[in-house]
T-cell receptor, first 117, second 117 residues
Framework: SAVISQKPSRDICQRGTSLTIQCQVD?????MFWYRQQPGQSLTLIAT?????????ESGFVIDKFPISRPNLTFSTLTVSNMSPEDSSIYLC??????????????FGPGTRLTVL | AQKVTQAQTEISVVEKEDVTLDCVYE???????LFWYKQPPSGELVFLIR??????QNEISGRYSWNFQKSTSSFNFTITASQVVDSAVYFC??????????????FGTGTRLKVLA
């Protein structure tokens, strides 16, 4: 299984500013995923980040608002740009097992709890 | 279409009671995986169990047990003799091949369990 760390663990930000969340995996992985969990809601996939190519965004999410970097096979960043209170959420970084016995299993980082005032 | 339904939004029980969390899924694939995750108030997602579609054996792990029934497309989770520390949001999830060599991951909306002392 992969061990995933995220920075920061939480932050309180002002409206209109941007925050970059870092995600570090303890092993090389092909695909990394960014999820958003709004208060009291389930997890929603924002985008899939592959090393060496542009991230693939899900419907309702755009690169200008959530730019993603994936400079190598163990690291990714998600930026939440021009924040508004509606962006207050937990943002989770994730990877998936590619081979047995963890094939198809999702591993999550501890999350970044963002509050926008 | 793929879907995971957790019809119970919130459940409250008194400590030491047994409680079952329901999960019903929809998929067209014959190969898929089912998961349960626990999300305590701290926010991190804790992996509880992974079950593949070819293994319908029920599983017991301490006070936790899972009942997988393909005939009813259900993967229910029972906590026996519940404890206050079991209070959390529990997510059921489905993972199935997405057709491009990867897996698509779908989360249910979660069930908030409150165990009262």
């Amino acid at each position: 299984s992969a061990v995933i760390s995220q920075k920061p663990s939480r932050d309180i930000c002002q409206r209109g500013t941007s925050l970059t969340i870092q995600c570090q995996v303890d092993s090389q992985v092909t695909m990394m995923f960014w999820y958003r969990q709004q208060p009291g809601q389930s997890l929603t996939l924002i985008a899939t980040a592959n090393q060496g190519s542009e991230a693939t965004y899900e419907s309702g999410f755009v690169i200008d608002k959530f730019p993603i970097s994936r400079p190598n096979l163990t690291f990714s960043t998600l930026t939440v740009s021009n924040m508004s209170p509606e962006d207050s959420s937990i943002y989770l970084c994730s990877t998936r097992g590619a081979v047995l016995p963890t094939m198809g299993e999702q591993f999550f980082g501890p999350g970044t709890r963002l509050t926008v005032l | 279409a793929q879907k995971v339904t957790q019809a119970q939004t919130e459940i409250s029980v008194v400590e030491k009671e047994d409680v079952t969390l329901d999960c019903v899924y929809e998929t067209r694939d014959t190969t898929y995986y089912l998961f349960w995750y626990k999300q305590p108030p701290s926010g991190e997602l804790v992996f509880l169990i992974r079950r593949n579609s070819f293994d319908e054996q029920n599983e017991i792990s301490g006070r936790y047990s899972w009942n997988f029934q393909k005939s009813t497309s259900s993967f229910n989770f029972t906590i026996t003799a519940s404890q206050v520390v079991d209070s959390a949001v529990y997510f059921c999830a489905l993972s199935e091949p997405s057709g491009s060599g990867t897996y698509k991951y779908i989360f249910g909306t979660g069930t908030r369990l409150k165990v009262l002392a």
